[in-house]
């Protein structure tokens, strides 16, 4: 057995740290470990999911994988024992409450428990983050109310500040508020630039005095602080330099020390005036975002981690943490440990050192910890990568790390190799795992780089490439946009996919249903024209509700509408909106609460070219990638405070302002730092870019002012240009609707004995899914046979195989043909998986029916092999049902074969 209980796997891009995570959380399920106290936390909804899916496809062909063998080296077991155990860890899995999610909805989940000591109520609900017109109007109201607003005013004039500007400082500032104890700066006045102006005069007169040209006169004048901090002699030691040189003596020297001085403690003055108002104000944002939590129950992710930090640090007992979450979480594993914030560590901190005070294996509680610092890029976020370095030591983690690349071809690896040794801190070469002859890398630079991408584009597609294994890396969101449309534009036929901004709600089907929600609700036709160019539908088409009123809960609108109006594409978006449709009670609400809603939509035209940004990128893998240099120049903007840290903790925060390295070294220093970061991080993204691509990387860059430049890169061209010869999956046809439905009642016990038995597949999946097809399925009609069956798609697709999945619809639409079935059904109040309490034991009765004179109920099986047992089974339902109700209690047996149906009465 090769398992250690507390571990930190490091690694480089592609070296498997998320097939290593997935083969950890695995071993931990062989090992005996339940699923509901693994956490495992992802930065992003994406990786969350993928990784869920991960699991579950790799259980299911487990003995195909190439997990099996890593697992066996972790759990110590045979691959012959793991591929006995595996039908038990899956149907294990599928019962539990799978805990793999972001870290920002881990930490929503916790502050549910204490909701109520921060005045929330538990089922607050999360949504975008509002720098909305309510905040500022809430925000003015408390200034006033506060006396406030005169210093607010000044404030902004003072710094030459528009209110927006100082409305975003405080909202950034919010996401340092636990680092930051802005309360703690104290009142101060705004500073005279008098003393500096007269020491400047001093030094004009001496130089008068002794012949100074007027040019060099005209150095000693100032009016403000900014023109003073761009005086070039501050930067020197002394006035020996220049036309200054001639009359320089130790007088005028020690004036112009004199000067620094003053200028630096002028600097620390105003800085001490902006960060004592920005306190204020700040203590007057964070209320309101407060009061209007409270108001509305909506908060936004920074909310959660501020509230969840303060009630750590304040408001409640690291213990009582303890208390609430214990036996929540025995496992913990992390994935982009490198982006893990300072405050988001200190939150997970309890669970994480009671986890480590456990005796590894033996209490069976274990950490593991997966990161690159390469790939750190959040920095802006509150990121730190020195955190991994922090936790590894004190934690006492074992270190692991791993030196193939099993992603990338022989070409891109050793490219990568070339371009990032000697330039990244710590850049450890890589080995390629793939065989060389596949790959493919070029470097093309000239001035316009737009048409060297379409260029690339064009060639790549040429060779037969599918759109979709393409994916165009780009450096902002507006870049993204750019390039959209200018492949619109060369290539129209062309499906190109914007990753970076798509929202669920401008998905062009889902945009068409609001506007025809609001057109129904609202009436104005405004929303009638919208739907109909959205839609395609023609004017003429009368916009009215069928069966349905307005007043019906949203769900069952929007599903008569989508019905109704064919609006069905077979996109995974519809399902994400009936999701949300299905959490209001009324259409009003539902129609406010989309304007704000910000959940990605999932599937916009899987088969086009992608064109994302390389931050986007971070953990995904294309076959063939584009990377392009950044459009416009490459500026960076210096934000207005600057934060030094010492490793991971928070040392000082520095009002910037040009110039004043040159009269205060710590700010110097701070500053120096900061740039040093800065280019580290930047590194690091190219390296994110760098390392995304399987087969084939063609990086374009603009000869003047480009983001590669510490590259060093010259043009090159290495390898052959080929198509993957992985087929391409055959496209979905559009599914039928899916209503999503909460799926409480079964359980899996009652239906092992049948399972255990199963020829068809052998499977306890299969027939899992046999009892929940048969449970969604309501009233035994055609119609909602197809919707139970996109309920069963959506949960079992990732587990069985189509064919697995198709089957199991031709067997419950058998039972649609047999006579008896339905005549048994007719006029009945049908009960599905009723638990039962009989003999001392739990029994779960497939299908109850309730007739006025009697009572039927019937348990469904998938071969006759155990026929006894089965007719004693019913005998014992029928037995108990007989002392429930007075009226005589009929049992069936319903075989359900490939082939059809066999009703078998009990006898
Ligand atoms: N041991 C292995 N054997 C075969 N293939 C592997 C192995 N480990 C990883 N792979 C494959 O290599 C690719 C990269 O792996 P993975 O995504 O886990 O890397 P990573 O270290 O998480 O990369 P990144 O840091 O860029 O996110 C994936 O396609 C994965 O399936």
Redesign the pocket.
Do not use: I, M, P, W
């Given at each position: 057995m090769n398992f250690s209980p507390y571990l930190a796997l490091e690694?480089?891009?592609?070296?498997?740290?998320?097939?290593?995570?997935?083969v950890r959380y695995l071993s931990l399920l062989f090992m005996g470990a339940n699923a509901q106290k693994i956490v495992a936390l992802t930065f992003t909804n994406k990786s969350a999911h993928e990784m869920k899916t991960r699991i579950f496809e790799t259980l299911k062909d487990l003995e195909n994988k190439?997990?099996l063998h890593?697992i066996a080296e972790q759990t110590g077991k045979s691959e012959e024992v793991l591929l006995r155990e595996k039908e038990h860890v899956l149907r294990h899995l599928l019962q539990a409450d799978i805990k793999i999610s972001t870290l920002d909805a881990f930490f929503a989940l916790i502050l549910r428990h204490f909701a109520l000591n921060v005045g929330l109520q538990p089922d607050f609900s999360i949504g975008e983050e509002t720098l909305d017109e309510k905040l500022i109007e809430q925000f003015i109201a408390l200034c006033k109310s506060k006396n406030l607003y005169r210093s607010l005013i000044a404030f902004t004039l003072q710094e030459d500040k528009k209110l927006g500007d100082v409305f975003s400082l405080l909202h950034f500032l919010y996401q340092k508020k636990s680092e930051l104890r802005l309360d703690a700066f104290p009142e101060a006045s705004y500073p005279s630039l008098q003393p500096c102006l007269e020491i400047l005069e001093r030094i004009r007169v001496y130089f008068e005095a002794c012949g100074l040209s007027t040019r060099g006169l005209a150095t000693f004048q100032a009016q403000s602080l900014g023109e003073l901090l761009a005086k070039k002699y501050l930067e020197r030691e002394d006035f020996g330099y220049w036309d200054y040189k001639k009359y320089a003596n130790e007088t005028v020297n020690a004036l112009l020390h004199e000067l620094k001085e003053a200028l630096r403690i002028h600097c620390d003055a105003k800085e001490a005036y902006f960060l004592g108002e920005l306190g204020k104000l700040f203590g007057v944002y964070d209320e309101s975002l407060r009061r209007l939590m409270r108001a509305n129950g909506e908060l936004g992710f920074d909310d959660v981690t501020n509230l969840l930090y303060t009630l750590l640090r304040e408001e409640i007992h690291k213990d009582f943490l303890y208390f609430r979450l214990d036996g929540t979480v025995e496992h913990l594993l992390i994935?982009?440990f490198q982006d893990t914030s300072v405050v988001q560590y200190e939150i997970l901190l309890p669970l994480i050192e009671e986890i480590r005070a456990g005796r590894g294996v033996k209490d069976f509680k274990t950490l593991f910890f997966?990161?690159?610092v390469k790939?750190s890029i959040y920095r802006f976020r509150g990121g730190a990568k020195e955190l991994f370095g922090y936790a590894k030591e004190s934690l006492h983690l074992a270190v692991d790390s791993?030196d193939?690349?099993?992603?990338s071809s022989p070409e891109v690896v050793a490219f990568v190799n070339e371009i990032f040794t000697g330039k990244m801190k710590g850049y450890e070469t890589q080995k390629a795992?793939k065989k060389e002859g596949e790959g493919y890398i070029c470097v093309r630079i000239d001035e316009c780089v737009e048409s060297l991408v379409l260029e690339e584009i064009g060639r790549v597609l040429e060779k037969g490439i599918k759109p979709k294994d393409i994916a165009l890396l780009v450096h902002t969101n507006k870049d993204a946009k750019v390039f959209k449309a200018l492949i619109q534009e060369h290539f129209p036929s062309l499906h190109v996919r914007l990753e970076a901004t798509l929202k669920l709600t401008e998905v062009r089907s889902i945009k068409a249903m609001i506007s025809l929600l609001k057109y129904l609700y609202f009436g104005d036709e405004i929303y009638k024209a919208s739907f109909c160019t959205l839609s395609g539908m023609s004017w003429g088409t009368p916009l009215s509700m069928v069966s349905c009123t307005m007043h019906q809960p949203p769900l069952v609108v929007v599903q008569m509408l989508i019905e109704h109006y064919g609006l069905y594409d077979g996109s995974q978006d519809w399902l994400r909106f009936l999701e949300v449709a299905s959490r209001y009670e009324e259409i009003e609400s539902f129609l406010f609460a989309l304007e704000r809603l910000s959940d990605e939509a999932k599937s916009e035209d899987s088969e086009g070219l992608r064109v994302l940004t390389v931050h986007k990128s971070?953990?995904?893998?294309f076959e063939h990638v584009i990377l392009c240099d950044k459009l416009g120049r490459d500026t960076t903007q210096s934000d207005t405070l600057l934060f030094s840290y010492d490793a991971v903790n928070l040392q000082e925060v520095h009002l910037t302002m040009r110039g004043r390295e040159s009269v205060d070294s710590g700010y110097e220093k701070a500053k120096e730092r900061e740039q040093s970061l800065n280019f580290e991080d930047r590194l690091n993204a190219l390296y994110?870019a760098f390392?995304?691509a399987?087969r084939s990387l063609c990086v374009c860059a603009k000869s003047d002012n480009s983001v590669f430049e510490s590259l060093n890169l010259t043009p090159l061209e290495r390898g052959i240009l080929s198509q993957t010869e992985a087929s391409v999956a055959p496209s979905l046809k559009p599914l039928p609707l899916f209503f999503p439905k909460a799926y409480g009642t079964q359980n899996i016990s009652a239906v092992e004995d049948e399972l255990n038995e199963s020829v068809e597949v052998g499977s306890m999946t299969f027939g899992i899914a046999q009892h929940y097809l048969l449970e969604m399925w309501d009233g035994f009609e055609k119609e909602s046979l197809e919707r139970a069956y996109l309920a069963l798609r959506n949960r079992f697709a990732s587990v069985l195989d189509e064919g697995a999945l198709q089957r199991l619809y031709q067997r419950a639409e058998h039972l649609l043909t047999c006579k008896d079935f339905l005549s048994l059904v007719q006029g009945a109040n049908i009960l599905k998986e009723q638990p039962l309490m009989y003999q001392k034991e739990r029994k779960q009765i497939d299908l109850l029916l309730e007739h006025p004179d009697k009572i039927v109920v019937i348990d469904y099986k998938s071969s006759k092999k155990e026929s006894a047992k089965h007719h004693a089974q019913v005998a014992l339902y029928q037995e108990a049902l007989s002392q429930i109700y007075t009226l005589p209690v009929e049992g069936y047996i319903c075989y359900l074969g490939n082939e059809g149906v066999e009703l078998v009465k009990n006898l």
């Open positions: 690694a480089s891009a592609g070296s498997g740290k998320t097939f290593a995570l997935s190439e997990e890593a994935d982009e997966v990161g690159d790939q791993l193939t690349n099993y992603r795992a971070k953990g995904l893998e994110v390392t995304r399987k």
